[in-house]
């Protein structure tokens, strides 16, 4: 059975925020991936990319999990899609996609 979010006025902004911790381990796997040159090549968005996997690997609340940015530039490689994709989380940069894609899985 899906999971699915009823959204009323008193909640709707919450029920739209999904707050990521960033850890001591997602910091060190960040710097790790930031000198190994593993895409993202910027510092900031490894640091956000790695928050974004630690929360993806220790969550099972949810049945699926879409990770969108409009990025693309530094989100948009193809070592990226592959680790997302072992996770089972979609990746996308247009919101409109990513509106269509909400709407087939609910």
Do not use: G
């Not at 930031?34 to 990319?49: G, H, M, N, Q, V």
């Not at 996609?97 to 087939?104: A, D, M, S």
């Amino acid at each position: 059975m899906n999971e699915i979010l009823v959204i009323t006025e008193t909640n709707w902004l919450e029920s739209l925020v999904c707050l990521i911790s960033y850890t001591k381990t997602s910091s060190i796997r960040a710097d790790l991936r930031f000198e190994s040159s593993k895409p993202p090549l910027k510092e900031t968005d490894c640091r956000i990319y790695e928050s974004i996997l630690d929360f993806i690997r220790n969550t099972r609340e949810y049945d699926k999990i879409i990770f969108y940015t409009t990025d693309k530039e530094d989100f948009d490689h193809p070592e990226i899609h592959k680790e997302l994709k072992k996770l089972k989380t979609e990746i996308y940069f247009d919101s409109e996609e990513t509106v269509q894609r909400v709407h087939e899985l609910i």
